[in-house]
């Protein structure tokens, strides 16, 4: 939908870059707003490694949203956005000290602790401070997600969590340490997951695990169910706002919530991902023995889900309107992987035509690199142009 893009004003930009439409940001954070708004004790923080550009996390923490930070330097990246520490959860497989500290500095609602020794440290961090981390414990619940499998997290296999049957010794092992507050259950079974019924069976094990604590008479005050809502890459103009209503249903309908539980949802994706396209400029169109290529300048290095995952995104030509030819789209990077598209149709393109790569708000801008010396994207919002 060629219409939704400012494309004169993208003609005097330098590409490539991300153009975030901040209009369709809003109204997904309003969707997420009323969906959350018809249950009792929901709260959603975003996923920050989703998209850390500052003018959007600007957007996401006007709309009352907490942050899920994955390092410290996005722990740093919400402070400034504006997000209050009481609404920041720090959760991440190994933790430096560093990192830890500036938690324990700031006062963040919890540290999501993967580990015994993560658990220890955060303990003697916290003793040198005089201060008391809460924490809440991140489960791997062995729960398969239908989902790319490097994007699954809730799997014995996987690299996250503290297994199941380990969960009561580790939370009667922070009940005789003084410096840390055991105050949750932290899951996360996998990202861009669009079948209910993995979250489903999410709730069925959570149940199970409560249903356990409960006969020893643990109490646990909040439940942190991760994220993982996928969006449709493959319609970004039809269904541009994720299916909030039946996600948030799910846990309604399923998870079995104590009275004086709060449910913490980690949104990252769902949120951020369709608002943002990559805007890339056609260097040449180049006929092949077999195919046509349209080589434009962004690449690999730009957005690396395509290379990483063999990712879909919809790719569109904005500044024709020429019927229809079939096209690999390639970028400048010196890697037979910097492919964004095989075979696809575009309306035919030329030398200086502006392409938009679709459903890159999440996982775009913020994996850029530097490889072969390339300058990152600038990003730039609605406002700006």
């Known amino acids: 939908m060629k219409g939704i893009f400012p494309t004169e004003k993208f003609k005097r930009l330098e590409t490539p870059f991300y153009y975030y439409d901040t209009n369709l940001l809003r109204q997904t954070l309003r969707t997420i707003n009323e969906e959350v708004g018809k249950h009792e004790r929901f709260e959603v923080h975003y996923a920050v490694k989703a998209n850390a550009n500052p003018k959007v996390l600007n957007i996401i923490c006007q709309a009352g949203l907490g942050a899920d930070c994955v390092s410290g330097g996005e722990i740093e990246a919400s402070v400034r956005a504006g997000f209050p520490s009481s609404k920041i959860v720090y959760a ?83 009940a005789e340490l003084k410096n840390v507050e055991f105050k949750g259950l932290h899951f996360h079974i996998g990202s861009q997951i669009l079948e209910m019924d993995d979250f489903k069976a999410l709730c069925n094990r959570i149940n199970d695990l409560q249903d356990q604590l409960d006969k020893h008479h643990i109490i646990v005050e909040s439940i942190n169910v991760g994220g993982g809502l996928g969006i449709d890459y493959n319609h970004p103009n039809r269904i541009p706002v994720p299916d909030f209503q039946a996600y948030f249903d799910t846990y309604a309908r399923f998870l079995k919530l104590r009275p004086y539980q709060t449910l913490h949802f980690e949104l990252g ?117």
């Open 92 to 174: 991440g497989v190994g933790k430096s000290d560093w990192e830890i500290n500036l938690g324990l500095e700031l006062g963040i609602l919890a540290f999501n602790v993967e580990s015994i020794p993560e658990l220890e440290i955060i303990n003697e961090l916290a003793a040198k401070k005089g201060t008391v981390a809460r924490v809440a414990f991140r489960i791997n619940p062995n729960v398969g997600a239908h989902t790319h499998a490097n994007i699954t997290t809730g799997l014995a296999e996987n690299k996250f969590g503290i297994a199941m049957r380990d969960m009561e010794e580790v939370i009667n092992h922070a």
């Open 269 to 385: 994706r769902a949120v951020v991902a369709q608002c943002g396209s990559l805007i890339t400029r056609t260097l040449y169109v180049k006929q092949g023995d077999f195919k046509q290529f349209a080589i434009v300048d962004a690449g690999m290095t730009d957005l690396i889900r395509p290379a990483l995952y063999n990712a879909y995104h919809k790719i569109e030509n904005i500044s024709s309107d020429e019927p229809l030819e079939t096209y690999d789209v390639v970028g400048p990077i010196c890697e037979s992987s910097d492919v964004f598209a095989k075979a696809i149709d575009l309306n035919k393109t030329h030398r200086g035509d502006i392409i938009a790569i679709r459903s890159a708000g999440a996982y775009g801008e913020i994996m850029a690199s530097g490889y072969n010396c390339r300058r990152l994207p600038k990003g730039y919002i609605t406002e700006e142009l």
